[in-house]
């Protein structure tokens, strides 16, 4: 069974740092584009970071661009999200997807998805 699991969620202050990780399991994530998702109630899942199976295409949104690194370690089978210099903005549900077009994996097409871990930016 494929499945994907986040943790590291939680409650920061602005400014603040969280690092989200993503198990994978039921299959090797190293013939897969990898990437994080996040969403808010009432808007649409968007696609924030991603990178190929090799790590040789990297692509970040432009609202987290210098403040996110995607890192993955197909050893463990494991994706990363180190956040820096959070803003309230980036409150949301944050969800891992794995796929293996890279061309589909932040169109949202055809994903695997996790089930999320909530990241709320407060003071």
């Not at 400014?15 to 994530?29: E, K, P």
């Not at 609202?63 to 980036?90: A, P």
Request: charge should be neutral.
């Amino acid at each position: 069974e494929v499945q994907l699991v986040e943790s590291g969620g939680g409650l920061v202050q602005p400014g603040g740092s969280l690092r989200l990780s993503c198990v994978a399991s039921g299959f090797d994530i190293s013939s897969f584009s990898m990437g994080w998702f996040r969403q808010v109630p009432g808007k649409e899942r968007e696609g924030i970071a991603g990178l190929t199976s090799q790590s040789s295409l990297i692509h970040y949104d432009d609202s987290v661009k210098g403040r996110f690194n995607i890192s993955r370690d197909n050893t463990k089978n494991t994706l990363y999200l180190q956040m820096n210099n959070l803003k309230s903005d980036d409150t949301a549900m944050y969800y891992c997807a794995a796929n293996p077009r890279w061309s589909f994996l932040l169109r949202g097409v055809d994903n695997n998805w996790g089930q999320g871990t909530q990241v709320t930016v407060s003071s």
